[in-house]
């Protein structure tokens, strides 16, 4: 091959380099864009798919260092669960520490991010030593009251509430609330009304419903005021039910059934399910005997979310199921459907019990 084709062979390469180089940087906005979008509209599984292409197109053609790449690896990683998201996780974090360095305020995100998935893999010690390493960078530029300390104590309190850690989630869910209501703004206060709601979880996990209704109330109140349509209403109004249900308070509970069943229309070929279950005891002539089995059951929903009339349509395995799934579901508390803004009653709903020894 002479000269001229070496110098031919080297220009067409290049081209094509400048080409790849070029088109991947196009995918890499395209991508983008379409994440942002996705995002934006709340559609997670488009969002995914899209982060996905702009995290590969920006190992194609950012640097290894490149603050752009790390925060792609951010998104990315954030929209995965288990051991692909601490992966993804990680490789964001390692190339932030390029970026930025080993101290800086921009490592948080990904410490907490990586904390938290370590943590929901069991890796707890992991997990907490990531949470100290982002406390002493927030303590380092921004002071052990501030808004991002409080952040990272409230996710600490979230994963000790989630390991079923009682007095180290007061701990840290205190230490935010103490924080979240020296600040000013909205903000700070739905995140201490967070707080309160997650202790609430943790008095409720105890059997102190008593306290946990106080709690869940006084979130409840921030929730309503801030974010009124959000799915941290309806979910405080789920935990009221239960909290009242289990004081006997079942008159109280009946307005948070009217609150969901009012903001959560009911459509006609969904399934109507209780917002509020008891569990039944195991007949113990059946337990005894071995015998396994079900007890279907019809009830009609009255305009409080009180189950009424139960007629067993089915039973197997043995009669004492009947009884006891009968005594049961009169402890259930559903939604009531609204029609024209008012709350009617709904026949012939349906619910099965199941009645297993192996579970």
Not at 19 to 35: H, I, V
Request: net charge negative; with cysteine.
């Amino acid at each position: 091959m002479n000269k001229f084709s070496n110098f031919l062979a080297f220009l067409l390469l290049s081209t094509a380099a400048i080409a790849d180089t070029t088109s991947a940087r196009q995918e890499l906005k395209e991508a983008y864009n379409a994440y942002k979008t996705a995002m934006a509209s709340n559609q997670r599984a488009d969002a995914k798919a899209a982060a996905a292409r702009a995290y590969e197109a920006g190992k194609t053609v950012l640097p290894g260092d490149s603050k752009q790449l790390a925060a792609l690896a951010l998104n990315y990683g954030r929209l995965h669960t288990g051991s692909e998201a601490e992966d993804i996780l990680t490789h964001a974090l390692e190339i932030m520490e390029r970026a930025y360095g080993n101290e800086a305020l921009e490592l948080v995100d990904p410490l907490m991010a990586l904390a938290k998935e370590k943590a929901s893999l069991g890796r707890l010690s992991r997990s907490t030593r990531l949470y100290q390493r982002a406390m002493e960078i927030v303590t380092r530029h921004e002071g052990e009251d501030s808004f991002l300390m409080g952040m990272v104590h409230l996710q600490m309190g979230e994963i000790a509430v989630a390991d079923a850690a009682s007095g180290t989630a007061d701990h840290y869910l205190e230490k935010a609330i103490s924080i979240f209501e020296t600040i000013d703004g909205d903000t700070p206060r739905f995140q201490a009304a967070l707080a309160k709601f997650w202790i609430a979880k943790v008095r409720l996990a105890e059997d102190k419903p008593k306290a946990a209704i106080d709690l869940f109330l006084q979130a409840l109140n921030s929730f309503d005021r801030i974010q009124p349509n959000s799915q941290i209403v309806l979910t405080t109004h789920a935990f009221l039910i239960e909290a009242y249900e289990r004081r006997g308070m079942r008159n109280e509970a009946t307005e948070h059934c009217l609150a969901i069943g009012q903001a959560t229309p009911v459509k006609p070929d969904q399934d109507y399910m209780p917002v509020y279950k008891a569990m039944p005891t195991y007949p113990s002539n059946a337990l005894r005997a071995g015998i396994t089995g079900h007890a279907l059951l019809s009830v009609t929903v009255d305009k409080d979310g009180f189950a009424r009339n139960p007629i067993v349509l089915e039973v197997e395995g043995s009669d004492s199921f009947a009884e006891a799934a009968l005594k049961t579901i009169e402890r259930f508390r559903y939604a009531p459907r609204f029609v024209d803004g008012a709350p009617v009653e709904t026949d012939d709903v349906t619910y099965k019990f199941t009645f297993d020894i192996t579970h």
